[in-house]
Structure formats: C-alpha cells, structure tokens
C-alpha cells in the first residue's frame, strides 16, 4: 500500500490530521482528542476500503473542500457558476505549505478556472483550530458565488447530538438540543447581523462525553450544517448565507470568508475554556492589556429619553458615592431625541437638554474620578432627522418598494463613503472635544432590504471598518456592541470591540440562563451583566438585591437603574456588592469558567483553576426535595484539601477527592436566592 504524505496539526489536547496528494484536495482522517506523536493512519484512504455496491467506480472521500458534480453527493463547499456553466469543481492540482502549526492548501482547477486557498491554524495554546477560505476567478467571465464554505470538518461517528441557540430581544441564548440522524441539521441566519434567534456557534456531544465546538466569526447573514455520511461519521460546515447576486467575481477578483473556530474537548466546559482563551487572543485592548473591568453605570432604565442635566449630576454624584467607575449616558442625549421615532443620525448635543452641550456632564463624571461613556447608534437614521432630510438617498431601500422601518429608523448604506465619513466625522469630533473613553455601539433593527444589489456583507465589513477607524484614531477608546441586547454577539466582532451587552432583559433568573449561553463561547470579562432594577423592566418580576447582585457578579458589573432612590441598609448592601466585585475580578476575568447543573434547579457557575475557585449556587425555583442535592466540583484536584468560605460566614475544610465526587453540601436556599463560596486549596 502507499504511503500518502500527510498534514498533522497538533494541539495540547486535540490533533487533527489530512491525508495529502499533489492531484486531490486533502481528505480528512482525524479530527478529536490527541493522538500519539506520529500517529497516522498509515495506508490512504481508498486503498482501505472497498467499493460498495452501486456506486462510483472512484471514491470520494469527504475532503477540506468537497466539490460539486463530481462524485461527492454531500454538501459541497462550493456553489458557483459562470452563466451556467463552470458550475462543477474537482481540484486539478494541490500544493499545501506548512508553516509551524498552520498550513496553507492551495487547489487548482484548471477545468472550473477556480483557485481555492485554505488557512488553518492550529493554536496550542487555545486549542482552537481556525479556517477560512479565499476563492479567486482565474477565468475571463464574471463568477456568480452562492456559497463558498469557511470550513469544513469531520465528526466522529459516535456524535450523537447538537446544541444550538435560538432566542429573541430579552430571550437570548435559549438551548435547542437536537439529535444527530441521517436527517440533514441547518441553521440559517438571514437578518442581516449575527441574530437574537441564531447564534453562529453549536456544540456537539459524543456517546462517551467528548464535545466539539464551533463558532463562526462573523457579524451578518450565516448558515452552518451538520450532514451524515456514508461512513457513518458527519461532517459540518459554516460559511456566510449570501443573497441571490450578492457575490460576483470578475476575473482575478478574489472572495475571502470569515473564520470558523472549531474545538474539541472532554465535555462542554473544556470547549468553552477553549473558546474562551481564542476570544481572548483576538480581544484588541487599549493599551495592549485588558485593565480591571470597570464598574458600570448605564442611565437607559434609570431616565430613558428624559435627561435632565442637573438630575444626571446628581447621579453621576450618587453613583460615584457607591463606587461606580464609569459612567455611561445612554439614548436621548442628541438633538431632538425625546422618543425612539426621530434625530437617528444627528449626532450633536440637543440644545434644549444640554445648553453648553455635554461637556459640563462630561467634566462633572471625570472630575468624580469615573470614566464618562455615550451611546450611539451610528448605522441607523430616522426618517425625521436632518441627516435623513438632507441625504434621503442615503438609507438603504429598492426601488419600486416601500421603506420598512424598525423602531421607526431605516439603516444606513456604510458601503457609500460619505456616509462612513459622515459618521466618523460626528463621532470624531464628540470624542476630540470630550472626555469619553467609552461607546455602547447599538444596532437596534434587523436588516431587510441592503440595497438595489444586496450588499449585506460589504455592510458588515464597512461597520468593522469604521469602528477600526475610530479606535486607530482614539486608541484609548473602548466600544461596546450592543444590537437591542444580544443582537450582535460573535467572534468577528469581538476582534473591534471590548464587551456585549448580552441582553436589554436584566432580570436576575432570566439572566442565569442567558449569561451561561454566552459563556459557552465568549469569556466572562467581555459580559456586560448588570443589577437592574426591581420590578424588572422586562419581566416585571421582583427579585432580592443581593440575588440581583451575585447573578450580575460573574461579568462585567454594571448597574443599570437611578441609585440616588436607593437608601439606608439597602445603599449600603449596593456598596458592598460593588466592593466584593472589585476584590473578585481579577480571578473572574482571568481564569477558567465551569457551569453545572445539581438538579432540583440548583445551578452552579466556577471560575479559577483547582487551587482556587470562585463558585456562585443559584436556586431558581424552590426546592424539591427535602434535602437538596449536593454539588460536585469536577475541577479540584483530588489530592488536595480545601478551604470553603461561603461568603459572610464560617469556612470549613473538605478533601478534594470528596468534593468532586460526592460533592459540597448545598446550604438551604428559597427560590431566587444564591451563594457564593471562595474554595481555596491549603
């Protein structure tokens, strides 16, 4: 039998493995846990399995990039055509260039006149295996693209099942297990931005518990599948969803994709820690390093559109007062801005609520030794504004067809450059003549129509850019996404911004379960999580300060309602939330996170490393049983002891062999309440 030549990429805990030729695309024969240095399959592919029965006299393997019409009968990584015709792909020639624990594959089609360039980067230090795709038309007739795939991986045969996350505004992340089948399994995403209702990422489980993950890094339209295959394994693919004529190359023209961001671990915690350490390594800080995540004050719930200069002071003072570090003005601060139907787009102060304009605000919240930060929306106009009224051709429509407006405001073509030069120039003079280090960066609409020639993707790349173009200009400036709460969240973004606001719902329970799906695939640092209020705005239910307080600690704390109401035992208990934030952060921001379930809806969340963890317990429901359920901490280690400090009262010492496999005594807890425990190895 030959000897192939093979492309072994491996990590600390995964190894992924591709069977090569100078004729074929690369076939994939390993991608999960670590194998042994030097393992490899041995024989390729096609000399170890026979033919079945009525089927191609040539097998075709699944490959890096599968091509159409040509014996492959899955989903192909390619749909294209030049007026018909070249619509089928079949590599002519490959070439792959090795450079540490990345490679670059090059294919030829000399038939299609199509040349294909894959990247993958393995990172040891993450785990994380990173593809993306770049096609080129080397013919002389123009190429209309469908889909071109980002990537494309195998999963073992023993896959079982898929979770996704659907959701809506003040429902983000909400769990969809599905089980793995001969059916086809596709999530779509067609709104434009990364979606409430489908986040570009999924994980999948194996009979014996290992994960895999992936996480597409994009900020617009997006389609990912999981497909069975003849082999009994499955492969899956993530790319962008392109709109009929969105893409056409001309000749040498060249189409790049987003990346895809694939792991694999011993269960889902490990893929999030995975992730975790990816996003970070994308994460653009000022400076070059992430400071201590600053605490947060967000006036949106706390005044809406009613500012009141003096009343803001006030706050600023009260907030101050607690320990706030930043303090945020959210919507209304613009002229005409007294509603969500008009003044999108002129981005100056409004006279009749700031006279001398926002520098007095500005200069009264850095004189209190907080940061000052504004919200703007910068990729929308309302229909009544003066940009609007002035440049009505510059809000995206179709002609023949009628505007449709979203929380009254129509979107912006970013694709145009005056309009991107417009927004800079608004926000550059705000943020030269202003103390403001800090911009929540809302999107609060779904995309529909993108121009007489669809243009959702140029969209996306023109609001990367001008959110580039801002920070090289502000470099100290840190940006928010915000997309009407977790609209926008993905690992494209993350590479232009420095937190999500991951819900507008800021009620506590609902939150539990919103911020665990976040934390599957984005670290805690870059969660904005908030104390909100109590009736929440949301939800209208009523929940304790100090449960309001523990679900919110875990992120990045902010609190979000008028704190000059809040008075006596309960000001001081703010205070003193704020304060443990402030002692916690470095080791929740900088280590590990896990997330478990106890049953009996006991629900726990760790962060730190097996010699010391920080772990919350929240009860969303009263109890069950008449004694709750103990809960295991699988991260400790087995030879060490431990001390257990819940917070405020007595520690206890505990062998880490019993508190991983038997478990710490849950204490006795009401519906909506918690506890938080420092486990300390001695």
Excluded at 123 to 150: E, F, I
Excluded at 292 to 298: A, D, K, Q
């Amino acid at each position: 039998m030959s000897q192939p030549d093979w492309l072994i990429l491996n990590g600390r805990f995964v190894t992924a493995i591709l069977e090569c030729s100078a004729t074929d695309a690369p076939l994939w024969r390993y991608w999960g846990p670590r194998l042994a240095d030097g393992a490899t399959p041995g024989a390729a592919l096609r000399e170890t399995r026979p033919l079945p029965t009525f089927s191609l006299d040539f097998d075709q393997p699944l490959s890096i990039f599968p091509g159409l019409g040509v014996g492959w009968f899955g989903q192909s990584a390619l749909l294209a055509h030049r007026a018909g015709e070249d619509w089928t792909f079949q590599a002519t020639s490959c070439l792959v260039e090795r450079d540490g624990n990345a490679a670059t594959i090059i294919l030829r089609d000399d038939v299609a006149a199509i040349d294909v360039e894959i990247l993958l980067k393995l990172d040891p230090a993450s785990d994380v295996l990173t593809l993306s795709t770049k096609l080129t038309n080397k013919g002389d007739q123009p190429l209309d693209v469908h889909w071109l795939a980002a990537g494309n991986v195998p999963l073992p045969s023993d896959a079982k099942a898929v979770r996704s996350y659907g959701g809506r505004h003040n429902g983000e992340f909400v769990a969809i297990d599905d089980p793995l089948s001969r059916s086809l399994w596709r999530r779509e995403n067609r709104r434009g931005l990364t979606s409430h209702d489908a986040f570009p990422g999924a994980i999948v489980t194996c009979d014996d518990g290992t994960t895999y993950g992936a996480q597409f890094a994009w900020s617009g339209n997006h389609a990912q599948q999981i497909e069975w295959l003849d082999d009994g394994r499955w492969h899956w693919q993530m790319g962008e969803w392109l709109a009929p004529g969105e893409v056409a190359l001309e000749p040498g023209e060249a189409l790049e994709t987003p990346e895809m961001l694939v792991t694999c671990a011993a269960d889902a915690n490990g893929v999030a820690q995975n992730f975790h350490a990816a996003i970070r390594s994308r994460t653009n800080w000022p400076g070059g390093t992430m400071k201590p995540r600053p605490v947060h004050l967000n006036t949106w719930e706390g005044f809406y559109f009613n500012h009141d200069e003096a009343a803001l002071k006030d706050l600023a003072t009260s907030a101050a007062e607690v320990g706030i570090e930043r303090f945020v003005l959210d919507d209304g601060w613009f002229a005409g801005r007294n509603d969500d139907r008009t003044s999108l787009g002129d981005w100056w102060p409004d006279a009749n609520k700031y006279p001398n304009g926002l520098k007095p605000l500005a200069d009264h919240v850095t004189g209190l030794g907080m940061e000052f930060g504004l919200w703007v929306e910068p990729e929308m106009v309302n229909p009544d504004s003066e940009l609007c009224r002035t440049y009505p051709d510059w809000a995206f429509c179709v002609q023949g067809r009628p505007a449709i407006t979203a929380r009254n405001q129509l979107v912006l073509d970013l694709t145009r450059p005056e309009v991107c030069d417009y927004l800079y120039q608004k926000i550059a003079d705000l943020l030269a003549t202003l103390p403001i280090s800090y911009l929540k960066w809302d999107h609060n609409r779904d995309l529909t129509v993108a121009g007489q020639r669809p243009k959702y993707r140029a969209q996306v790349q023109e609001a990367y850019a001008l959110m580039a173009r801002i920070t090289a200009a502000f470099p100290h400036v840190e940006i928010e996404a915000c997309a009407g709460g977790g609209g926008r969240i993905d690992a494209g973004i993350a590479r232009y911004t420095h937190r999500f606001w991951v819900s507008d719902n800021n009620d506590a329970t609902s939150r539990i379960a919103i911020q665990r799906g976040f934390l599957q695939f984005m670290p805690p640092e870059l969660m904005g999580a908030h104390i909100g209020a109590a009736p929440s705005h949301a939800t209208g239910r009523v929940q304790s300060l100090n449960f309001r307080s523990m679900v919110a600690l875990p992120g990045h704390l902010g609190v979000e309602f008028d704190v000059r109401k809040v008075e006596g035992a309960q000001r001081e208990a703010l205070k003193s939330w704020i304060a443990t934030y402030k002692t916690m952060r470095d080791q929740l921001h900088g280590g590990k996170v896990w997330t478990g379930d106890a049953g009996d809806s006991l629900l726990w969340q760790a962060h730190g490393d097996e010699g010391e963890v920080i772990l919350f317990l929240y009860r969303t429901l009263p109890t069950a049983l008449r004694y709750s359920p103990a809960i295991r901490l699988p991260m400790l280690s087995e030879k060490r002891r431990y001390r257990v400090t819940p917070l405020g009262k007595e520690a206890s010492d505990h062998d880490g062999a019993w508190l991983k496999a038997a478990g710490l005594p849950s204490p006795p807890l009401r519906g909506e309440q918690a506890q938080i425990f420092r486990i300390i190895a001695l």
